[in-house]
């Protein structure tokens, strides 16, 4: 009895359950590496595997957008971990960056307040 198109066979590998699916092509794959006939990718081929790879991923923005969300949401949880962060952006402004920034402030308003002092007549040349 011939079987019609789109049933699935109830023997073979395909008919097996994903466990043994697994064990039969491991032994599989270890035979082929005692053998020497296995092949292994080369630095560059996995490179460009893994361009190819995330190059295909990236199209789906929706999926990129929800991978950041998840990765954001993950590492804000960490609440030591953002206190170092913060402690981080502390450091690479440097203490005296916010005392500089108030100087300049000063030093603007210094002179606002001197063109205002003088009133507009010095303003004009």
Known sequence: MAQQQGQSSSRGF???DEK????IASMGGKAAHEKGTAHEF???????????GGAAV?????????????????????????AQ???????AR??????????????????????VEAGPQSRAH
Do not use: P
Request: charged fraction near 35%; aromatic fraction near 0%; proline fraction near 0%.
């Open 14 to 16: 395909a008919a097996m």
């Open 58 to 82: 990236s199209r789906n923005r929706e999926h990129m957008a929800a991978i950041g969300r998840k990765g954001g949401a993950a590492v804000s949880q960490n609440r030591g971990h953002m």
């Open 94 to 115: 440097g203490d005296g960056a916010s005392a500089a920034q108030g100087e300049d402030e000063r030093e603007q308003g210094d002179s606002d307040e001197q063109h």
């Open 42 to 52: 080369s630095s560059e081929e996995a490179r460009a595997a893994g361009r190819k």
């Open 20 to 23: 043994q699916q697994r064990s």
């Open 85 to 91: 962060i913060g402690r981080k952006g502390g450091e």
